[in-house]
């Protein structure tokens, strides 16, 4: 039931409003070179809060149409980037950003989970499938100032 109610959070995620800073060319193809992209996203809940993802991009013609599976893995950092506030209490775990990685069945997430006890924001990365979902995944913490805690809904 759990596992249920988290995809069907998941799934309502907003598409992400990613912002790329740079990338690394790893694989030469004539058509465009396969190469792991750095992207920023702000967290649209929590001002003052960025999540660097790095991620694998497909070239060649099948990625420079959007037609090429990206692999599923990912690697996260977040940090505090600014004064951080809370507009509104945050869910103890809410979908933030989701981004399809394939034209029809895969897609990078981002979760974020607040731990009330450590006054700490937890953001996780995973990508999944329709049919199967990859167990790849990376995590990051952020801690926020105890004099400024995690309002909770």
Request: aromatic share 6%.
């Amino acid at each position: 039931m759990a596992a249920v109610a988290g995809a069907a959070a998941v799934s309502i995620a907003p598409p992400s409003l990613a912002e790329e800073l740079g990338s690394v060319n790893t694989n030469f193809r004539v058509t465009g070179s396969d190469r792991v992209v750095v992207e920023a996203y702000d967290d649209p809940a929590v001002p003052g809060i960025t999540c660097y993802v790095s991620r694998a991009r497909t070239g060649g013609i099948k990625g420079a149409l959007g037609m090429a599976e990206d692999p599923a893995e990912a690697s996260i950092a977040c940090r505090q980037v600014g004064p951080v506030s809370f507009p509104a209490p945050l869910p103890r775990q809410d979908s933030v950003f989701s981004e399809r990685m394939s034209v029809l069945f895969k897609a990078l997430h981002v979760v974020r989970m607040v731990d009330g006890k450590r006054n700490t924001l937890i953001y996780l990365t995973y990508s999944d499938r329709i049919v199967s979902g990859s167990p790849q995944n990376s995590v990051s913490a952020v801690p926020i100032d105890r004099g400024t805690p995690i309002p909770v809904k």
